[in-house]
């Protein structure tokens, strides 16, 4: 073949995925997998076929995800940063407009862990915030191309595990919020060290526009990843996507 038709091939397979990647999530997600290994892939597929292209995606971002599980460390940190730079304000960021952000009664509120636990099940903010309290200062990575530094504090998250009695050898843990988003991780990122079930942001109760009355934060995972307003919590070894998961975002998430 020549290098002729081998250009016209490529992008021919550009072409034919993007009309595939309609969607903002499947945009994002296509790309982070267009790459020449991306375009070898997709070109033993029937880019004529959505159904062929959709599958052939799924493929690719198994695979992705796969190869971020092999490659994360669970004991390695992600880089941490003096409070002078903290962005100011943090940027409020949802699938909604802050004017839609859920208010949570704090007095009636009870966190559910449910799924493969023995332990503790229902939870109140107060004995979450009598629980051994932490806090970093640490960059969240939005996969629509932003970051910013803030600080946040709360409850070591294998700490609450621990309490809860949850098998730590099931594969994933799932978080239901009052928003209705929902998303799952992976055990070895609940049990790392800088995952955070955090009630407070720069010092204060956490405000509703950040995750009140509380938001999983992992530096270790991209912004989608890091779920707000958390109401219930499963341990489970059954997959449980998510709400941008099941859209065409990767699962794994890694930042």
């Known amino acids: 073949m020549s290098i002729r038709n081998t250009k016209l091939d490529a992008e021919s397979i550009i072409k034919d995925a993007a009309k595939e990647l309609k969607a903002p999530a499947r945009r994002l997600f296509g790309k982070r997998i267009l790459s020449l290994g991306g375009l070898v892939m997709l070109s033993g597929c029937n880019l004529t076929d959505d159904k062929s292209v959709n599958a052939m995606l799924r493929k690719i971002s198994s695979f992705n995800d796969d190869a971020q599980a092999l490659l994360f460390d669970p004991n390695k940190l992600a880089p941490t940063y ?52 932490e806090s970093q200062v640490t960059r969240h990575i939005c996969i629509e191309g932003w970051s910013a530094i803030g600080k946040w504090g709360g409850v070591r998250f294998a700490h609450v595990l621990a309490r809860a009695g949850a098998d730590t050898s099931a594969k994933y843990v799932a978080f239901h919020c009052a928003d209705n988003y929902s998303t799952s991780i992976d055990m070895p990122t609940a049990l790392h060290a800088q995952t955070l079930l955090t009630l407070t942001y720069d010092g204060q109760f956490l405000p509703p526009k950040y995750g009140f009355p509380m938001k999983l934060r992992m530096p270790t995972k991209l912004g989608y990843k890091n779920p707000k307003h958390i109401v219930a919590i499963t341990v489970t070894n059954d997959y449980p996507g998510g709400y941008w998961e099941n859209q065409g975002y990767n699962w794994f998430g890694g930042s």
């Open 82 to 133: 003096p409070e002078s730079m903290i962005t100011r304000p943090f940027p409020f960021n949802a699938f909604y407009d802050i004017d839609e952000v859920p208010e949570v009664d704090a007095s009636a509120y009870k966190l559910e862990v449910g799924g493969r636990v023995t332990g503790k099940r229902v939870w109140t903010l107060d004995e979450l915030h009598a629980m051994p309290q």
